[in-house]
């Protein structure tokens, strides 16, 4: 059984950094994508940092690029993302997705789901 777990959301201000780690029990793959995805109230769930964890090869959203990094410790089954920068747009529940299907250059089909943890940001 596949489990994720995510941790380190919070409240920050406007400018400043969080962490958010995402724990993996139970993936049978070595090589699979895994990503984080955020969804703001009203709005639909959207892919903001992919990584395929066979080449480490990672993508991200515009809206995220260049001040968000995905990154991974296969030592610790451990999924994060750093987030510096931050606005109050990136206001938003925050996912880990594992699972994924690697097409060569982006992931898709994720089959694996963390709880969610939020994340606030405030001008």
């Known amino acids: 059984q596949v489990q994720l777990v995510e941790s380190g959301g919070g409240s920050v201000q406007a400018g400043g950094s969080l962490r958010l780690s995402c724990v993996a029990s139970?993936?049978?793959?070595?090589?699979?994508?895994m990503a984080w995805y955020r969804q703001a109230p009203g709005e639909v769930r959207t892919g903001i940092a992919h990584?395929?964890?066979?080449?480490?090869?990672?993508y991200y959203a515009d809206s995220v690029k260049g001040r968000f990094a995905i990154s991974q410790d296969n030592a610790k089954n451990t999924l994060y993302l750093q987030m510096n920068e931050m606005k109050p747009e990136d206001t938003a529940v925050y996912y880990c997705?594992?699972?994924?299907?690697?097409?060569?250059?982006?992931?898709?089909?994720?089959?694996?789901w963390g709880q969610g943890t939020q994340v606030t940001v405030s001008s």
């Open positions: 990584i395929y964890t066979g080449s480490g090869t990672t």
């Open positions: 139970g993936l049978t793959s070595s090589s699979n994508c």
């Open positions: 997705a594992a699972g994924g299907v690697w097409y060569g250059s982006y992931c898709e089909e994720y089959d694996y």
